[in-house]
């Protein structure tokens, strides 16, 4: 082989593997539809079907976003990333399984504007998982119909804010904060928790409540050992089969 073509050969290698390269390369935003492929890149124009398939194609600290209504499946989150539906029906559907995991030691992730559902002929287990992470932004999200907790929380020493949610319907804890070792530091606001077994319980961990609705619970409020919860006086605790009351008060800034 002369060396003009062994030239030629090792460029269109090179080519080839540029091509490759960029072909599999993560991007910052991914898209998801109702009417999406996950075969696709997930860009605008060819957007995935589900958050499993989009989250593999996202680079981490990246964002996937929602662009019609749909129901974009149970995921596990293992790096830092924001799942976004924000201005349309994004879902998830979790009969007899978890909604979303997240197992992502140190990572930032922010769930937001996703409705969360267990219902079906067999409930689903848990609406979020929180196995490991840093910090955790739950902001606008409605879960409902799960049999354990709608967020369990089970990192040690990592960060939990829920705002602006929904959580009911839960034939166990709606926030279930007990690490089994270690401490989880939760920030409950603005939220509704109503119509579960337990409104929020506490065990190795502090959760903070400032104006919640927390109502037609069979127990609003429950601790267990090293549990607190911490009220700023400004929630709505009612209605509930009992009570319960926090561990200690707060005064708001």
Known sequence: MSTVRVWRFFFLLAFVLFLCSVNHAQATRTWISGVGDDVNPCSRTAPCKTFAGAISKTATGGEINCLDPGGFGSVTITKSITLDCTGTQGSILASGTTGIIVNAPNATVNLRSININGAGTTPGITGIRIMSAGKVFVEKVLIEGFSTSGVGILCAACQVAITDST???????????????????????????????????????????????????????????????????????????????????????
Not at 174 to 194: H, K, M, Y
Not at 208 to 217: E, F, L
Request: charged share 10%; with cysteine; hydrophobic share 35%.
């Open 167 to 253: 959580i009911r319907n839960i034939n166990g804890q709606g926030v279930s904060a007990g690490p089994a070792e270690g401490t989880a530091s939760v920030f409950v606001c603005d939220s509704l928790i109503a119509g579960n077994r337990t409104g929020i319980g506490a065990v190795n961990s502090t959760v903070r409540i400032s104006g919640n609705s927390i109502v037609h619970n069979a127990t609003g409020m429950l601790t267990g050992a090293n549990g607190s919860i911490v009220s700023y006086k400004n929630n709505v605790i009612d209605g509930n089969g009992t009570n319960g009351s926090p561990t200690s008060t707060a005064t708001l800034q």
